[in-house]
């Protein structure tokens, strides 16, 4: 089973700025799909961010355009959630997902096991 090892997270005051990563236990040979979600206490997961490389299509949530930024490192198959002008409404754990095939050929849809995010002064 692939995992996948999320870092980044932690508290920050609003207006700052943090970078999660993320980076499977093992090479995946096809990535379909990346993506970063949310859940804030209370609320349902929400997509924040997402990339499907065979087409180069990019997505983010409505709430974080324009604030969070998504890239990837091809060569070490690491996602990465760039998020600038933190708000409390950001506030929540952040989970990575990754769809693909690893070198043997064995078809995963991993999720990160969740990072907090604490958006407060």
């Known amino acids: 089973q692939v995992h996948l090892v999320e870092s980044g997270g932690g508290l920050v005051q609003p207006g700052g700025s943090l970078r999660l990563s993320c980076a499977p236990s093992?090479?995946?040979?096809?990535?379909?799909?990346m993506g970063w979600h949310r859940q804030a206490a209370g609320k349902q997961r929400e997509l924040v961010a997402f990339?499907?490389?065979?087409?180069?299509?990019?997505g983010y949530g409505d709430s974080v355009k324009g604030r969070f930024t998504f890239f990837s490192d091809n060569v070490n198959n690491t996602m990465y959630l760039q998020m600038n002008s933190l708000i409390p409404g950001d506030t929540a754990v952040y989970y990575c997902?990754?769809?693909?095939?690893?070198?043997?050929?064995?078809?995963?849809?991993?999720w990160g096991r969740g990072i907090h995010v604490t958006v407060s002064s």
């Open positions: 997902n990754l769809r693909g095939l690893t070198d043997t050929g064995l078809g995963i849809d991993s």
């Open positions: 093992e090479r995946i040979s096809r990535i379909y799909y």
């Open positions: 990339n499907t490389p065979s087409n180069s299509n990019m």
